[in-house]
C-alpha cells in the first residue's frame, strides 16, 4: 500500500526544496552558469507555485526576488 502524502509533508517537502533550489540558483548566477540557472528558475517557479497555493507565505523565505 503507497502511503499519501498529507499537506503538512508537501509543504514541508516542497520548502526544503524550495531552499535547495534557490541555493543553486545563487551559485550559478555567481558562476555565470546561465543555462543551468535557466533550468533551475524552471524548478523555482514550479515549487513557488506550488507553495503559494499551499498558503505558504513566501515573503521571508523567497531569497532570489524574481
Known sequence: MV???NNAEIMKNAMD???DIQEYMILAKEEN???T???LKEQY???KA???SLGVNLTD???IKE
Open 3 to 5: 502511503d499519501e502524502m
Open 45 to 47: 517557479l514550479i515549487l
Open 37 to 39: 540557472y535557466a533550468k
Open 61 to 63: 523565505i523567497d531569497r
Open 33 to 35: 552558469a546561465s543555462r
Open 17 to 19: 526544496d524550495f531552499k
Open 50 to 52: 506550488l507553495l503559494g
